[in-house]
């Protein structure tokens, strides 16, 4: 399949795919703590902007992101973007230039989302934060790339820590992410 077989296909479709090498994957639906950290995630990020009015904005997994230097089409679960936004096409549905891509893991999405999904992101020029987050105990990861091109790791474990999300100007405490989030024992 074509990348614009794809999306004609795609911009259809009453589910979700994302898309690469060649081939669709049909995006499955999420748990009640995914959902509830990424609800508490873009309303946090959404506050801060428009508290301090900045030029950023924040969308949800519904906001479609082309690797353009890979042809691959997925759906993060929350990407930031600060200035003008750059879409593919006139359709206003893919997005080119995020500043930050946040996932939210789970046990199907976990290896690809830490391995080859994030190798492809870091061909993406704009991306400065790749942003981790586990839905089953409270531990956030952070990415940061480096002038040099490399990426830089930190990780977070305590609830009263907080995550300071530099290319945004944000900083989100950890226990507005997991707020009302109950772990499985």
């Known amino acids: 399949m074509t990348p614009e077989e794809y999306l004609e296909f795609e911009r259809t479709s009453e589910i979700k795919h994302e898309y690469f090498d060649g081939e669709m994957f049909a995006m499955v639906g999420a748990r009640?703590?995914?959902?509830?950290?990424?609800?508490?995630?873009?309303t946090e990020l959404n506050n801060?902007?428009?508290?301090?009015?900045?030029?950023?904005?924040?969308?949800?997994?519904?906001?479609?992101?082309?690797?353009?230097?890979?042809?691959?089409?997925?759906?993060?679960?929350?990407?930031?973007?600060?200035?003008?936004?750059?879409?593919?096409?006139?359709?206003?549905?893919?997005?080119?230039?995020?500043?930050?891509?946040?996932?939210?893991?789970?046990?199907?999405?976990?290896?690809?989302?830490?391995?080859q999904k994030f190798t492809h992101y870091r061909r993406i020029t704009s991306l400065q934060e790749y942003i981790l987050v586990s839905q089953y105990h409270c531990q956030v990861e952070k990415?940061?790339?480096?002038?040099?091109?490399?990426?830089?790791?930190?990780?977070?474990?305590g609830m009263e820590e907080k995550l300071n999300i530099a290319s945004i100007h944000c900083e989100l405490r950890l226990s507005d992410i997991y707020y009302r989030v109950e772990f499985e024992r």
Request: charged fraction near 25%; charge should be negative.
């Open 143 to 157: 990415y940061v790339r480096r002038d040099d091109g490399t990426w830089s790791l930190s990780s977070y474990e």
């Open 32 to 42: 009640v703590n995914h959902n509830r950290i990424s609800s508490n995630i873009t």
């Open 48 to 115: 801060k902007f428009k508290a301090n009015q900045s030029p950023c904005d924040v969308f949800s997994s519904d906001m479609r992101v082309k690797i353009q230097e890979s042809s691959i089409y997925t759906y993060p679960d929350i990407v930031a973007i600060c200035g003008d936004i750059e879409l593919e096409d006139h359709h206003f549905d893919t997005l080119l230039n995020p500043v930050v891509i946040i996932e939210i893991l789970s046990s199907s999405t976990e290896a690809y989302d830490r391995g």
